[in-house]
């Protein structure tokens, strides 16, 4: 099945056991999500990233359906409803969620939320506030207060994280960016602060948490905060530590313009929290993030041709100059 006949059907109305809407498809770099007015469906491409991602197979993409379910549902029991198939009935047509036939593709199915209230457009509007921010860093201390603490990351954790970034700079130099003197001052951070990374995961600062909690992946609704699409197809790029995570919105409130907001983000953080030793660790990881989201620009832009892409690539290496000098 190719993806244009999965994309005509899922924008299809026919095709869903329930009425719909308007139906609007949403892609990222892995996923096609459907938004179909009451319910949003994701289908995950068939793809695969080296050691990082595996949606090579049939098999494999109904695995991680369903470990997004479990990944998601600590944070949001009420969006994550159910895994479903997509089948090939009898009448060669594809059917979404019901009906027998070849199953030919698995999808999330998940309770759509406003796309108003996620986190990114309220700041593209103008309208984040200080509440909201605050509200956001109670919402996460109480989730990091209930993540678990994994098991066997107390001696790799630091060594984790810089397979990662020399992975992500070795894809960055193959998109013409050079990037030998961040590959010094990073791997030499984490040679030189060694002590550090075990302090904390021998803490308890590392633990089972999202992996990606930028604003694309917040909702707020007046008082109330939600918070979805967490990796579930990497556990090293989901079981991170606490100032990791909390980095990602710092880093995009930053990126648009909001260095207050962003300063009582991490601020109000750390008067929850009490984790004093994080404020040592945010400039690293929001380079980490910035150059990480370079990189995803850059690579669109290689791929596209697109000159907005790069416009924003450049913003965000600029960003992350700014972090780590």
Request: with cysteine; aromatic share 12%.
């Amino acid at each position: 099945m190719n993806s244009k006949e999965l994309i005509e059907a899922m924008t299809d109305p026919e095709s869903y056991p329930h009425t719909t809407g308007n139906i609007e498809l949403k892609e990222t770099h892995i996923s096609l999500v459907f938004l179909t007015g009451h319910f949003a469906y994701k289908v995950k491409k068939p793809l695969k990233f080296g050691g990082i991602l595996d949606y090579s197979t049939l098999a494999y993409r109904k695995a991680m359906c369903e470990k997004e379910l479990i990944v998601n549902r600590r944070l949001n029991p009420e969006m994550y409803l159910e895994v479903v198939d997509i089948v090939r009935g009898e009448d060669s047509k594809l059917h979404v969620g019901y009906g027998a036939g070849e199953v030919v593709e698995h999808a999330v199915k998940m309770k759509q939320m406003n796309q108003r209230n996620m986190l990114s457009e309220i700041i593209k509007r103008g309208e984040i506030t200080e509440t909201t921010v605050k509200r956001i860093a109670s919402f996460m201390v109480d989730f990091f207060r209930r993540s678990a603490v994994p098991q066997g990351f107390v001696t790799r954790y630091g060594e984790t994280i810089k397979k990662y970034m020399n992975n992500t700079f070795d894809t960055l130099e193959g998109l013409g960016k050079n990037c030998d003197s961040w590959r010094k001052k990073f791997n030499d951070f984490i040679k030189n602060n060694r002590e550090i990374f075990l302090e904390r995961t021998a803490e308890g600062f590392v633990r089972d948490l999202h992996g990606d909690a930028h604003s694309r992946n917040f909702f707020v609704d007046g008082a109330e905060i939600s918070l979805f699409d967490a990796i579930e197809f990497n556990d090293e790029l989901r079981v991170q530590d606490i100032a990791y995570e909390i980095s990602a919105l710092a880093m995009d409130l930053d990126f648009n313009g909001l260095e207050k907001l962003s300063k009582l983000y991490l601020d109000e953080y750390l008067r929850l929290s009490e984790d004093t030793n994080a404020k040592r660790l945010f400039p690293v990881y929001m380079f980490y993030w910035a150059v990480v989201r370079g990189e995803v620009e850059l690579d669109k832009s290689a791929k596209t041709k697109n000159r907005e892409s790069k416009l924003i690539a450049d913003k965000y290496f600029k960003l992350a100059e700014k972090y780590f000098t």
